[in-house]
C-alpha cells in the first residue's frame, strides 16, 4: 500500500536568535494535494518550506518525505524541487541548461535530458525559448522556466516560495489557473507559500493558516473561509468581520467573539424586517465604499465596533452614497456566524 | 484652442544649460586623461622609433624599426619576455588560488559583523609602502641569514634565496589584496538562492562550484587577474630586491633609459602590448561584459 502521507512534518522548530521564527509544527501533507502555507510576513511559513527542502536545519522536530526520516539529509539528496521566490535562475546559462542541470547533474543520458527538457519546457508552453538567457525573459516567462527547471526532475513534491509574487495583478491571475492545471496534470504534490489569501483560496485543496510560526487552523479553502477556527483567521482570510462579546451577547445571545462574513450581511434601510432566522441589529452607515462589483458599507454598531457588509451591484440602484450616515438594519442568517477562539 | 508660451526655465545655469555641467564635471579629470596620460603614452611610441647615435649618444630623429627589430631578434631579450609573462601568470594563480577561498569565507561564511573588519585587514598591507614590504621579503629570503633559511637549517636545507621563487613569491604578497578584493565584491553578490537552487536541483558542493559559483564570479576573477596580472609584469624593484640575477622586462627598460632611451621605449612597448593582448583575449571570454 502506498503511504499516503508524502511530507510529514513533526514537532517543527527553527530559531533565530532569540525569536521562534517556527513554533513546533505539526503537519502532514498528503499525496497529490495542492497544499498552501498562508501566512503574513515574518509567519514562519518559508522558514518552514526551506526546512522541508532542507536549506535550514530544524532546531528541533523531524522531517518525513514519504515515510524517510530525511531530517538531517543534505538538500540534494532530497527528492523534492523547489521553485524559489526570485526564480535562482542560472543567468549564464540559457534556458535549455537550466532546464537541464538537474538531469546533468543526476548523469541522465543526453538524449532523454534534452528530450524531457522540452516536454517540461512545452509543458509550460515556452517551447520555442530554450536558446534565450534568463535576462532576456519577462517576469512571467522566467517563472514557468522556473517551474520546468523543477517539474523536470519529476519529485516527488514540488515546493513553491511566493512565485508569483513579482508578478502583476493580470498575470498572477492567468498563472495561479495554470499551476492549478499543470499541477493536475502531473498530479505532483505542490506545497505553496504565499501570503495572498486570494491566490491561496484559488488554489490550494487544504491551507494551512500560519501565525507567528504556529498553525492557527488547517483546511479546505471553504473551512477556512466561512469556519475560521481564530479571531486571526477571521481577520486574515477575508475582511475581519467580529462582534465582540457585548455585542454578541445582545445579538446572539451568547457569549464569546463571533465572526460573520461581510457578504452573507444584508442592510435593510428603515422600515424593512429581517427574514426569519436572521439575527438582526441596527447601526449607522460610517462609509460606502464602491467596488465596481459590488458595494461594502462600513456600518458603526451602537454598542462600539462595526461591521462591513458587501452588496452585490447586480439589481436596483447602485450609487448608494446617500446612505452615509443613516440609520440602517443588518441580518444574516444564523448559520454564517461563527464562534471563534482567540488563539487554539 | 489655445497655445501655451512655456515660460524659459527658472533654474541656476548649470539647469539652463546641460552641456556646461557636463564639462565643469569632466573637464579636469578628461584633459588630464587625455593630455598627460594618452600624451605621454604616444610620446613613449614615438620615442621607440627614433635612434641613438653611437658615437655621441644624440637622439637620432628619424623613423626606424631598428629597436623593435633588435628587441624581437635578441634571444636574451625573448628570454626576458618570456620569463615575466611567466612570473605575472605565476604570481596571477597564485593569488586567484588564495584568493578564492578567502574571499569566499569574508563574503559567505563570516557574520555581517566580521565582514568590514575583514575587508580592512586585507587593506592593511596597502597602507606600508611596498619597499619596506619587498625588503621585509629580502629579509625573509636572505640565502645566509634570511628566517626561511634559518627555519630550513635544521632540516640541512638551504633557503631558496633570491631568484625567479623569491620574485614570484614577493609579488603575490605585494599584489594579493588586488585579488582578494573584486573576487570578495563577486561572492557578496552572488545570490544565496543561487546556491540553493544548484543544492536543490541535485549538486553537491564541488558540482555546484564549478557549475554555478565559478561561471558568475568568473567577471570578478578577470579584474582581480588584470592587477595582478599588469602590476607584475610592470614590476622591477622586487626583481632587484629579491631576484637576485634575475632581469624582469622593467629592468631591461631601467637599464637602457639613460645611455638608449629609444630602445628603452621600445621594450616598453612590449609589456602594454601584452596587456592589450591579454585584455582581448579576456574579452572573447565575454567576462567584461556584465563590468
Known amino acids: 500500500m502506498v503511504n499516503p502521507v508524502a511530507i510529514s512534518l513533526r514537532g517543527l522548530t527553527r530559531r533565530f536568535g532569540d525569536v521562534v521564527a517556527v513554533n513546533s509544527i505539526d503537519l502532514d501533507v498528503l499525496h497529490g494535494e495542492f497544499l498552501s502555507l498562508l501566512g503574513p510576513s515574518g509567519s514562519g511559513k518559508t522558514t518552514v518550506l526551506r526546512m522541508i527542502a532542507g536549506f535550514e536545519r530544524p532546531d528541533a522536530g523531524t522531517i518525513e518525505l514519504a515515510g524517510t526520516d530525511v531530517t538531517m539529509t543534505a538538500p540534494y539528496a532530497r527528492d523534492v524541487n523547489t521553485v524559489f521566490q526570485d526564480y535562482a535562475l542560472f543567468p549564464h546559462m540559457t534556458v535549455a541548461e537550466n532546464v537541464q542541470y538537474g538531469l546533468r547533474v543526476k548523469k541522465v543520458a543526453k538524449a532523454e535530458r534534452v528530450e524531457r527538457a522540452q516536454a517540461a519546457l512545452a509543458s509550460v508552453r515556452l517551447a520555442d525559448y530554450e536558446d534565450r538567457k534568463p535576462a532576456q525573459l519577462s517576469g512571467g516567462q522566467r517563472q514557468r522556466v522556473a517551474l520546468a527547471r523543477a517539474l523536470v526532475n519529476r519529485p516527488k513534491v514540488l515546493l513553491l516560495d511566493e512565485p508569483l509574487g513579482a508578478l ?159 440609520s440602517v438594519g443588518l441580518s444574516w442568517d444564523e448559520r454564517y456566524e461563527y464562534q471563534v477562539a482567540d488563539r487554539i | 484652442m489655445t497655445t501655451v508660451e512655456l515660460a524659459s526655465p527658472k533654474g541656476g545655469f548649470g539647469y539652463r544649460h546641460p552641456r556646461a555641467r557636463l564639462v565643469a564635471l569632466l573637464g579636469a579629470p578628461m584633459s588630464w586623461l587625455i593630455v598627460i596620460y594618452l600624451g605621454s603614452l604616444a610620446a613613449l611610441f614615438l620615442t621607440a622609433f627614433w635612434t641613438v647615435d653611437g658615437f655621441t649618444g644624440a637622439l637620432v630623429r628619424t623613423f626606424t624599426l631598428e629597436n623593435f627589430v633588435d628587441v624581437f631578434t635578441t634571444p636574451a631579450y625573448l628570454w626576458v619576455m618570456a620569463r615575466t609573462v611567466g612570473i605575472a601568470v605565476a604570481v596571477t594563480i597564485l593569488c586567484l588560488l588564495l584568493a578564492v577561498p578567502v574571499a569566499y569565507f569574508m563574503a559567505r561564511i563570516a557574520t555581517k559583523r566580521w565582514q568590514p573588519l575583514l575587508v580592512a585587514m586585507i ?116 626583481a632587484q630586491i629579491v631576484g637576485g640575477k634575475v632581469q624582469m622586462l622593467g629592468n631591461v627598460v631601467q637599464q637602457n633609459y639613460v645611455t638608449n632611451l629609444p630602445f628603452a621605449a621600445a621594450f616598453a612597448v612590449i609589456p602594454v602590448l601584452i596587456v592589450l593582448i591579454y585584455l582581448a583575449a579576456v574579452r572573447r571570454t565575454g567576462a567584461l561584459d556584465n563590468l
Not at chain 1, 283 to 299: A, C, H, Q, W
Not at chain 2, 210 to 226: H, M, Q
Open chain 1, 168 to 326: 502583476d495583478l493580470k498575470l498572477r491571475e492567468q498563472m495561479q489557473v495554470e499551476l492549478k492545471e499543470i499541477q493536475r496534470e502531473v498530479g505532483i504534490t505542490f506545497v505553496f507559500v504565499t501570503h495572498d489569501q486570494d491566490e491561496a483560496l484559488t488554489m490550494s485543496d487544504r491551507i494551512v493558516v500560519i501565525n507567528e510560526g504556529r498553525i492557527e487552523q488547517i483546511g479546505t479553502p471553504t473551512e477556512v473561509y466561512e469556519h475560521p477556527a481564530t479571531a486571526f483567521v477571521a481577520g486574515f482570510v477575508g475582511i475581519s468581520n467580529l462582534l465582540d462579546p457585548v455585542t454578541a451577547e445582545q445579538v446572539i445571545g451568547r457569549p464569546g467573539t463571533w465572526s460573520v462574513r461581510p457578504e452573507k450581511i444584508h442592510v435593510h434601510l428603515s422600515g424593512e424586517s429581517a427574514p426569519a432566522g436572521h439575527h438582526c441589529l441596527n447601526g449607522t452607515v460610517r462609509e460606502v465604499i464602491y467596488v465596481g462589483m459590488s458595494t461594502r458599507f462600513v456600518v458603526d454598531l451602537p454598542a462600539g465596533g462595526s461591521l462591513m457588509a458587501v452588496r452585490q451591484n447586480s439589481e436596483g440602484s447602485t450609487d448608494l452614497g446617500h446612505l452615509r450616515g443613516q
Open chain 2, 123 to 238: 587593506l592593511t598591507p596597502l597602507w606600508a609602502s611596498y619597499l619596506v614590504k619587498a625588503y621585509a621579503w629580502r629579509a625573509m629570503l636572505s640565502p645566509e641569514s634570511g628566517v626561511i633559511a634559518w627555519f630550513l637549517a635544521p632540516l640541512g636545507i638551504g633557503g631558496p634565496g633570491f631568484g625567479i621563487f623569491g620574485i614570484i613569491v614577493t609579488l603575490t604578497y605585494l599584489w594579493l589584496p588586488y585579488m582578494i578584493l573584486p573576487v570578495y565584491a563577486g561572492f557578496s553578490r552572488l545570490p544565496d538562492s543561487m546556491l540553493d537552487a544548484s543544492a536543490d536541483l541535485g549538486a553537491k558542493g564541488w558540482r555546484t562550484f564549478r557549475s554555478v559559483v565559478v561561471p558568475l564570479i568568473f567577471p570578478a576573477i578577470v579584474a582581480g587577474s588584470i592587477f595582478t596580472f599588469s602590476l607584475s609584469l610592470g614590476d622591477y624593484i622586487t
